[in-house]
């Protein structure tokens, strides 16, 4: 067989997988998560923190709340962490909370991973993706930040913005803005 041919047979098995596959999903009630949408309600999420605490989004209210889903496997996360930690603590005082929700499977990694790169705002375990799922991510990491009434204010796809540790200008400006001044 010439790989002209064996191309087109696979390319013939995939066409006619993929309508079988997708009613598999429909049948068993699959489907993609819908993005929450500005100003909506953020979805809510209850999850064990890496201390054992279960912490539950709807006991922020009142505060602004930074949610960042990020993995101990991805490069951009971990390069984006030491800003958040700043964020963190920089903005605690004007009731900004930061939570960092680890999609990793494996806990003990994300345990392991602190202990060497400790941050200063909480995590929280999402083994098995049900928060991206939930908030429609499409990969790691993104942030969402939650205004004070819970609503779903902006959202970051990829690192937030920073140069070195520092948070950059549109961050500070759109952290500034959900806080009040």
């Given at each position: 067989?010439?790989?002209?041919?064996?191309?087109?047979?696979?390319?013939?098995?995939?066409?006619?997988?993929?309508?079988?596959?997708?009613?598999?999903?429909?049948?068993?009630?699959?489907?993609?998560?819908?993005?929450?949408?500005?100003?909506?309600?953020?979805?809510?999420?209850?999850?064990?923190?890496?201390?054992?605490?279960t912490r539950k989004l709807s006991?922020?209210?009142?505060?602004?709340?930074?949610?960042?889903?990020?993995?101990?496997?991805?490069?951009p996360c971990i390069e984006e962490?030491?800003?958040?930690?700043?964020?963190?603590?920089?903005?605690?005082?004007?009731?900004?909370?930061?939570?960092?929700?680890?999609?990793?499977?494996?806990?003990?990694?994300?345990?392991?991973?602190?202990?060497?790169?400790?941050?200063?705002?909480?995590?929280?375990?999402?083994?098995?993706?049900?928060?991206?799922?939930?908030?429609?991510?499409?990969?790691?990491?993104?942030?969402?930040?939650?205004?004070?009434?819970?609503?779903?204010?902006?959202?970051?796809?990829?690192?937030?913005?920073?140069?070195?540790?520092?948070?950059?200008?549109?961050?500070?400006?759109?952290?500034?803005?959900?806080?009040?001044?």
């Amino acid at each position: 067989m010439t790989r002209g041919t064996g191309l087109r047979f696979a390319a013939i098995g995939i066409a006619l997988m993929a309508p079988l596959m997708m009613a598999a999903l429909v049948a068993t009630g699959c489907k993609p998560a819908a993005a929450p949408s500005t100003g909506e309600l953020a979805p809510e999420f209850v999850l064990p923190s890496i201390g054992g605490q279960t912490r539950k989004l709807s006991n922020y209210r009142g505060k602004v709340v930074l949610v960042n889903l990020w993995a101990t496997w991805c490069p951009p996360c971990i390069e984006e962490l030491p800003v958040l930690s700043r964020i963190a603590s920089d903005y605690a005082d004007r009731g900004l909370v930061v939570l960092g929700i680890a999609g990793d499977e494996d806990t003990q990694l994300v345990r392991d991973f602190l202990a060497r790169s400790p941050v200063k705002f909480e995590v929280l375990l999402d083994t098995r993706g049900v928060i991206g799922t939930q908030y429609g991510i499409t990969g790691y990491p993104e942030t969402f930040f939650v205004d004070r009434q819970g609503r779903l204010r902006n959202k970051i796809i990829g690192p937030v913005p920073h140069q070195g540790a520092e948070p950059g200008s549109e961050l500070i400006r759109t952290i500034d803005e959900l806080l009040g001044g």
